[in-house]
Every structure is written in structure tokens, then in C-alpha cells.
């Protein structure tokens, strides 16, 4: 089984690190109250998605520095 990039983030309660993607998902889904909807669970997947593409991106050098966000977000802002 695939194992998830390091992850290290945080989505509320969820913090995953080495765990493989079905675990990850499973882990999620646990953590969600009761009275949780299909809605929220399909947020929390995606939330997950979207931190294991940007940690491929990352570890694949598809990265932004931050010297030049910035100097793009003082652009936008004046």
C-alpha cells in the first residue's frame, strides 16, 4: 500500500504523519463529530487532497519562494 508524503499538517483534530492514504482517510472520517454530514466528510477528503498534493509539489521542487509571493502580494495590494 502507498504510503502519504510526510504529512505534518493539521486539519482540526487530524494530524497525519507515514500513514498509508487509506488510513489517512479512515483517521479523518474518525474524527469527524456524530452528527457530521456527507459535506463535511467530502471537505475533510479534500482538505487531505489538497495537503498531500502541495507536500508532492514541494518534495518536486514546485514551490514559489516566499521573497517572491510577497512581492507579489505588495503589488496586489497597492
Known amino acids: ?9 493539521s486539519s482540526r483534530r487530524v494530524i497525519l504523519v507515514n500513514m498509508t492514504r487509506k488510513e ?5 472520517i ?7 454530514t456527507i459535506a463535511d466528510a467530502q471537505y475533510q477528503l479534500y482538505v ?3 495537503i498531500q498534493e502541495g ?7 514546485r514551490t514559489v519562494p516566499h521573497e517572491d509571493v510577497m512581492r ?7
Not at 474518525?30 to 457530521?36: C, N, S, T, V
Not at 507579489?72 to 497597492?78: H, K, R
Open 55 to 61: 507536500e508532492e509539489d514541494a518534495g518536486a521542487g
Open 1 to 9: 500500500m502507498a504510503k502519504t508524503p510526510r504529512w505534518r499538517a
Open 72 to 78: 507579489e502580494l505588495a503589488e496586489w495590494l497597492d
Open 48 to 50: 487531505l487532497q489538497k
Open 30 to 36: 474518525e474524527q469527524l463529530p456524530d452528527d457530521a
Open 24 to 28: 489517512a482517510i479512515l483517521r479523518a
